[in-house]
């Protein structure tokens, strides 16, 4: 059984129909009785984030900054938004074409930028440990980090090659494609940067903070955020699949003394602001 499911894979791969594949109703169909956690697991995400986003309509932008292989975007796209998925990995890109774009009766809104996002429009660096990893990063310090722990992954990772990759700031991305209701950033330890580049609020906005060793960049993030408009609110999550941490949403002073005791090893903070719709 396993042999015939490989060989399949391998045919619908060749064909360019693999990733499509996985992104439709037969994958699900497979895995409910495969795994069903599988299935279950997406759809609790999918239901958190239509919780969490108050006010959220259909044909909402979002902005999926480190879409990686798109899972996060599926979850979006599934909720009926407009998506703009960023992600500088050639690898990566060509998945999200063949899983959201190609060989389709009807598109996806979905535009894709072969670009990383900074606080400026310019060209970096990008560590490697294998194409297509969602542990590639344009932080050199975690890439160091990472070289010298084989427990976070449980196995060593190399970051043995770089390339340059082109930049786009989050100020760009909004005059070419719109205000997004909600921004998604997961760039690992590159976030600062990101939001650095960030002019004005959003709806709603998540970034992750790896910690311990990026803690002082996850204050920082509180702080840029906070500056942009005070009325903002903070929440976290270690896993969104069981919802958010705080009973209730804290501003960007009392979020600080959280964020500073937290002992998790990786989070998602939140941020909202007034202008979400209602």
């Given at each position: 059984?396993?042999?015939?499911?490989?060989?399949?894979?391998?045919?619908?791969?060749?064909?360019?129909l693999y990733?499509?594949a996985?992104?439709?109703?037969?994958?699900?169909?497979?895995w409910?009785?495969?795994?069903r956690?599988?299935?279950?697991?997406?759809?609790?995400?999918?239901?958190f984030y239509?919780?969490?986003?108050?006010?959220?309509?259909?044909?909402d932008l979002?902005?999926d900054?480190?879409?990686?292989?798109?899972?996060?975007?599926?979850?979006?796209l599934?909720?009926?938004?407009r998506?703009?998925?960023?992600e500088p990995?050639?690898?990566?890109?060509k998945?999200?074409?063949q899983?959201?774009?190609?060989h389709?009766?009807?598109?996806?809104?979905?535009?894709i930028?072969g670009k990383?996002?900074?606080?400026?429009?310019?060209?970096?660096t990008?560590?490697?440990?294998?194409?297509?990893?969602?542990i590639?990063?344009l932080?050199?310090?975690?890439?160091?980090a990472?070289k010298?722990?084989?427990e976070r992954?449980g196995h060593h990772?190399?970051f043995?090659?770089?390339?340059n990759?082109?930049?786009?700031?989050?100020?760009?991305l909004?005059?070419?494609?719109?205000?997004?209701f909600f921004?998604k950033?997961?760039?690992?330890?590159?976030?600062l940067?990101?939001?650095?580049?960030m002019?004005q609020p959003?709806?709603?906005?998540?970034f992750?903070v790896?910690?311990p060793?990026?803690?002082?960049?996850?204050l920082?993030?509180?702080?840029?955020l906070?500056?942009?408009?005070q009325?903002g609110e903070?929440?976290?999550?270690p896993?969104?699949?069981?919802?958010l941490?705080?009973?209730?949403?804290?501003?960007?002073d009392?979020?600080l003394?959280?964020?500073?005791?937290?002992t998790?090893?990786?989070?998602?903070v939140?941020w909202k602001?007034?202008?979400?719709?209602t």
């Amino acid at each position: 059984m396993f042999g015939l499911k490989r060989s399949l894979q391998k045919s619908l791969a060749h064909l360019g129909l693999y990733e499509r594949a996985k992104a439709s109703w037969i994958y699900d169909f497979y895995w409910t009785f495969a795994d069903r956690k599988i299935i279950d697991d997406r759809r609790c995400e999918l239901e958190f984030y239509r919780g969490l986003l108050g006010g959220f309509r259909e044909g909402d932008l979002i902005f999926d900054v480190g879409a990686n292989l798109g899972y996060k975007t599926q979850i979006f796209l599934r909720m009926g938004a407009r998506v703009v998925a960023v992600e500088p990995d050639e690898s990566c890109q060509k998945i999200l074409r063949q899983k959201f774009l190609e060989h389709r009766l009807r598109s996806r809104p979905l535009v894709i930028v072969g670009k990383a996002v900074s606080d400026t429009n310019s060209t970096v660096t990008m560590w490697i440990d294998a194409p297509g990893s969602a542990i590639n990063t344009l932080s050199q310090k975690w890439a160091e980090a990472l070289k010298g722990d084989d427990e976070r992954f449980g196995h060593h990772l190399g970051f043995e090659s770089s390339k340059n990759v082109e930049t786009v700031s989050m100020e760009q991305l909004i005059a070419e494609h719109g205000l997004p209701f909600f921004v998604k950033i997961d760039v690992e330890g590159y976030e600062l940067s990101v939001l650095q580049g960030m002019k004005q609020p959003v709806a709603y906005l998540s970034f992750e903070v790896n910690l311990p060793e990026f803690k002082p960049e996850g204050l920082e993030c509180v702080r840029v955020l906070g500056r942009l408009t005070q009325s903002g609110e903070f929440n976290y999550t270690p896993d969104c699949r069981r919802g958010l941490q705080l009973k209730r949403w804290v501003p960007a002073d009392e979020f600080l003394t959280v964020l500073d005791s937290c002992t998790d090893a990786s989070i998602e903070v939140f941020w909202k602001t007034p202008m979400r719709e209602t």
